[in-house]
């Protein structure tokens, strides 16, 4: 029993519910908010938000915690971004000690599912291209708006928009600079780079060394591996198609005369920031309800693998595309780009799509419980969509909302916490883990087809 709770797929569970706690009870001291009260549920609640780089708050972070509150919530979102193995690991290897091969398997999976690399180099190399990306986050913000975005806010903004966190220290998000290109640019930009993934960041980094060291006549699709080119294929189309979308059903809606609409940059903002970032440029709030079912399809979908963001990945996604076709098409093979899938990648897909639903409809289900969905429904108009939205953003660790986080019941608070929980560790990874405890039968059973469909 010992060995199995020491597999290497446990290891992240116990380091985040660890930092979880540590950060939880750190944020009840008063210090951290001076002379407000705020519950241990709270506290847990946004330790867990900061953890699982998710970004729902039950009080406002800007206003409502110190400085001291503020940094630890941004140490917080520094450490779940990447991964707390990967920090254990880094310590492991700056002291000089051989890394264990449980540690190479746990952060392998977590960043670039691929146990052969160099874990040492890799993670080094990680950090110091993270904190550089930060870092010039940070002072292109501060130079475009040093009111708005003095040095700390410049640094607490840019961690969180590239960890994909969605924390701000301003009540109302971004919405203030919503018609500003080049602050707009700026967290789009590093929202992306903190959601396409470690592996897809290294790849592109030395095409674009070897490319301008004249190693290489040129940067082209075809240069670069099959994994990168439908994780930035899938993410182009996503983002633009998400941005699209979102503009036509705000303008539709300001043109009968039921509100205001966006425009294009607000628009493409949110089809960003809806992979898995929180932040927002307009009142989601005041948006259609087309509008949210096409943000909860983004934020379902989310990042890609190995990087600061949740959903259930890009390539997932691509994954059931491929397999819809091909069924439609009467294809034996799964084909997604240049190659087709294996049986084994099909399955994990399948599998990943099949819990996510059954952990969503339970969790939306049990809202609707807590949240007062048991009244008539003309008494309870927009609150299973508005319910619906919360649930999907925690699973998804997006941390958009309509504005219901504040107002969740005990009980609701702690569905919510369990969703932002499963959703940062993913539950393949969850299954995985709780596998790594069961042993497979000795035994065969007859097999028969059961009449489908």
Avoid at 117 to 122: A, E, K, L, Q, Y
Avoid at 380 to 392: H, K, P, Q, S
């Amino acid at each position: 029993m010992k060995s199995k709770a020491s597999s290497p797929f446990w290891m992240p569970i116990y380091a985040f519910l660890a930092t979880i706690i540590a950060g939880g009870l750190i944020l009840t001291l008063d210090v951290c908010h001076p002379g407000r009260e705020l519950s241990l549920l709270d506290a847990i609640f946004t330790a867990t938000s900061a953890v699982c780089v998710t970004g729902l708050a039950v009080v406002d972070t800007g206003s409502f915690f110190s400085r001291t509150g503020q940094s630890v919530i941004l140490g917080l979102i520094q450490l779940g971004g990447l991964g707390i193995m990967t920090y254990a690991s880094l310590v492991i290897y700056l002291l000089g000690k051989k890394v264990s091969a449980a540690d190479r398997i746990a952060v392998s999976q977590t960043l670039i599912h691929d146990p052969s690399f160099n874990i040492g180099r890799f993670i080094v190399g990680v950090l110091a291209a993270v904190l550089s990306i930060e870092g010039v986050g940070a002072i292109l913000l501060n130079r475009m708006d040093p009111v708005g975005f003095y040095p700390y806010s410049a640094v607490f903004h840019s961690i969180s928009a590239f960890c994909n966190a969605g924390f701000s220290l301003y009540s109302d998000s971004l919405t203030g600079w919503k018609d500003h290109l080049g602050i707009n640019a700026v967290f789009m930009a590093l929202i992306i780079m903190g959601g396409l993934g470690f592996y897809v960041m290294t790849e592109l980094w030395q095409k674009f060394r070897n490319l301008f060291s004249g190693h290489t006549s040129g940067l082209s699709a075809h240069s670069l591996t099959w994994h990168t080119r439908i994780v930035l294929e899938t993410s182009l189309f996503l983002v633009v198609a998400g941005g699209m979308a979102l503009f036509f059903t705000e303008n539709i809606k300001a043109r009968t005369g039921h509100g205001t609409g966006i425009n294009e940059l607000t628009a493409l903002f949110q089809s960003v920031t809806c992979r898995t970032a929180g932040f927002n440029s307009a009142d989601i709030s005041g948006m259609t309800n087309l509008s949210l079912l096409i943000m909860i399809g983004l934020m379902l979908i989310g990042g890609s693998p190995g990087s600061c963001a949740g959903g259930l990945k890009t390539t997932t996604f691509r994954a059931w595309l491929g397999f819809i076709v091909s069924k439609i098409k009467g294809h034996s093979q799964i084909r997604v780009g240049w190659y087709a899938l294996t049986e084994e990648s099909v399955n994990r897909a399948l599998t990943l799509l099949t819990l996510a639903s059954v952990i969503l409809g339970s969790a939306i289900v049990l809202l609707g419980i807590t949240e007062g969905n048991y009244l008539p429904h003309t008494e309870a108009r927009g609150n299973f969509i508005e319910l619906t939205f919360e649930a999907v953003s925690a699973f998804a660790t997006v941390g958009l909302s309509t504005g219901v986080t504040p107002g969740l019941s005990s009980p609701g608070k702690a569905i919510i916490i369990t969703l932002m929980f499963v959703g940062r560790l993913g539950p393949v990874w969850l299954l995985t883990a709780i596998n790594s405890w069961q042993s497979e039968p000795r035994y065969r059973v007859p097999e028969d087809d059961l009449p489908l469909g």
